[in-house]
């Protein structure tokens, strides 16, 4: 879709009036017999013909500018999009949305009762001393299953397996009650986003040709909801948070990689051979600086400290203290590497706060493709890390 902009709109109006009454002009002379109609009519077309030449180049400076950016300028148009408009690469899907529908009433079961009898115990183990006696009181998943907005399929750098990706949104109207101790909260309004990842693996010559499925999702999906029960909530400060850790927790310990749910479909391939696969090889990561930071402190200067993530691993650099131009040294860190395809080196910039929340000042990533091209040699790379929207 290209704008024409107001100013062309204009522009373009007014010639189009102008080249309306200039052949006006011409048609009433020529009425009258007058012999100007040859110049008027040479007019007219001649103001024509400049208006439709600037249309034009409107037309054309908008393609190149759509042509670089697509993803950009779709995203101007629509905040929230599926990632299959702009990945050619990534298929439409709704055929499974179709069969999630008929699942979900059998779906929300099994998870009513996983959630009760696996989650809720490793929840109480993991909170702190004081806070006992951790229950969910009521679980409602409701109606609207998650929807699958995209799947990708690998075909390059892959072997003797199958990988799937599909990206998952849920935005639907769960309603779930928990107790603390004495105080007892609403859980709504609950919104899930995640690249899940479906691994066939290994492939056979005889069926069923696939000796077992992997499903788990590469990186920490995100997880936001809304609390209700005011008066409980404002009695216990850091709830939220407490139970959105909780919750991230335990999906990790089930799903998020290293760990993994796995489904074997042949006797020749034990669970145990596809929840501990093979690592690919061992990356490591050495932050050296940082240059020209802005400051967030009321001194204008800031404390600064990188955390890098790879597959739910994360390692934080030592922060350094009143600078905008930090360096590190020394700073090594080491991340087994499990998977390669779609997989990437995430970098966070924050300041830290010892009083508030910690200020992101910057991110930034680098796709596991990119640093497998530089095997066996060492390389610096200097990333311009992207600011945060606030």
């Given at each position: 879709m290209l704008k024409f902009g107001a100013k062309e709109a204009v522009t373009f109006s007014r010639n189009l009036g102008i080249s309306l009454v200039f052949s006006l002009i011409g048609w009433f002379v020529h009425w009258l017999n007058f012999s100007l109609i040859g110049v008027l009519f040479l007019c007219a077309v001649f103001s024509w013909h400049i208006t439709f030449e600037q249309y034009r180049g409107v037309k054309k400076d908008q393609a190149k500018a759509f042509f670089g950016k697509e993803k950009e300028t779709i995203h101007e148009i629509f905040e929230e999009i599926p990632s299959w408009v702009y990945f050619p690469d990534v298929e439409r899907t709704e055929w499974l949305?179709?069969?999630?529908?008929?699942?979900?009433?059998?779906?929300?079961?099994?998870?009513?009762?996983?959630?009760?009898?696996?989650?809720?115990p490793n929840i109480q183990k993991s909170l702190p001393k004081k806070i006992n006696n951790f229950s969910f009181e009521t679980i409602d998943l409701g109606d609207k299953p998650p929807k699958i907005t995209g799947v990708k399929l690998y075909t390059k750098h892959v072997e003797d397996e199958i990988i799937l990706d599909a990206n998952i949104f849920y935005a639907g109207d769960a309603k779930v009650s928990v107790k603390l101790s004495k105080f007892e909260a609403g859980i709504k309004d609950v919104e899930f986003k995640g690249t899940l990842r479906i691994v066939l693996r290994p492939l056979l010559r005889h069926p069923p040709f696939v000796g077992g499925i992997q499903i788990y999702f590469l990186t920490y999906p995100m997880l936001d909801f809304d609390l209700t029960n005011v008066a409980s909530v404002l009695g216990l400060p850091g709830l939220y948070s407490l139970l959105r850790k909780a919750l991230?927790?335990?999906?990790?310990?089930?799903?998020?990689?290293?760990?993994?749910?796995?489904?074997?479909?042949?006797?020749?391939?034990?669970?145990?051979?596809?929840?501990?696969?093979?690592?690919?090889?061992v990356l490591m990561v050495k932050i050296v600086e940082a240059k020209d930071l802005s400051g967030h402190d009321l001194t204008s200067k800031s404390d600064p400290y990188v955390k890098i993530t790879v597959s739910g691993e994360e390692h934080c650099t030592g922060v350094k203290m009143n600078t905008h131009n930090p360096v590190w040294e020394n700073e090594v860190f080491y991340f087994t590497v499990l998977e390669t395809s779609g997989v990437k080196l995430m970098m966070e910039l924050f300041d830290k706060d010892d009083a508030s929340k910690d200020d992101a000042m910057g991110s930034g990533c680098v796709s596991y493709h990119i640093l497998f091209m530089l095997t066996f040699r060492t390389n610096t790379i200097t990333y311009f890390v992207d600011q945060p929207a606030n």
């Amino acid at each position: 879709m290209l704008k024409f902009g107001a100013k062309e709109a204009v522009t373009f109006s007014r010639n189009l009036g102008i080249s309306l009454v200039f052949s006006l002009i011409g048609w009433f002379v020529h009425w009258l017999n007058f012999s100007l109609i040859g110049v008027l009519f040479l007019c007219a077309v001649f103001s024509w013909h400049i208006t439709f030449e600037q249309y034009r180049g409107v037309k054309k400076d908008q393609a190149k500018a759509f042509f670089g950016k697509e993803k950009e300028t779709i995203h101007e148009i629509f905040e929230e999009i599926p990632s299959w408009v702009y990945f050619p690469d990534v298929e439409r899907t709704e055929w499974l949305n179709k069969l999630m529908n008929r699942l979900w009433p059998d779906v929300t079961h099994y998870a009513r009762e996983f959630l009760k009898h696996n989650i809720e115990p490793n929840i109480q183990k993991s909170l702190p001393k004081k806070i006992n006696n951790f229950s969910f009181e009521t679980i409602d998943l409701g109606d609207k299953p998650p929807k699958i907005t995209g799947v990708k399929l690998y075909t390059k750098h892959v072997e003797d397996e199958i990988i799937l990706d599909a990206n998952i949104f849920y935005a639907g109207d769960a309603k779930v009650s928990v107790k603390l101790s004495k105080f007892e909260a609403g859980i709504k309004d609950v919104e899930f986003k995640g690249t899940l990842r479906i691994v066939l693996r290994p492939l056979l010559r005889h069926p069923p040709f696939v000796g077992g499925i992997q499903i788990y999702f590469l990186t920490y999906p995100m997880l936001d909801f809304d609390l209700t029960n005011v008066a409980s909530v404002l009695g216990l400060p850091g709830l939220y948070s407490l139970l959105r850790k909780a919750l991230l927790t335990q999906l990790a310990n089930y799903m998020v990689l290293p760990n993994k749910i796995v489904l074997p479909l042949s006797q020749e391939i034990s669970a145990s051979h596809l929840k501990f696969s093979e690592p690919k090889g061992v990356l490591m990561v050495k932050i050296v600086e940082a240059k020209d930071l802005s400051g967030h402190d009321l001194t204008s200067k800031s404390d600064p400290y990188v955390k890098i993530t790879v597959s739910g691993e994360e390692h934080c650099t030592g922060v350094k203290m009143n600078t905008h131009n930090p360096v590190w040294e020394n700073e090594v860190f080491y991340f087994t590497v499990l998977e390669t395809s779609g997989v990437k080196l995430m970098m966070e910039l924050f300041d830290k706060d010892d009083a508030s929340k910690d200020d992101a000042m910057g991110s930034g990533c680098v796709s596991y493709h990119i640093l497998f091209m530089l095997t066996f040699r060492t390389n610096t790379i200097t990333y311009f890390v992207d600011q945060p929207a606030n």
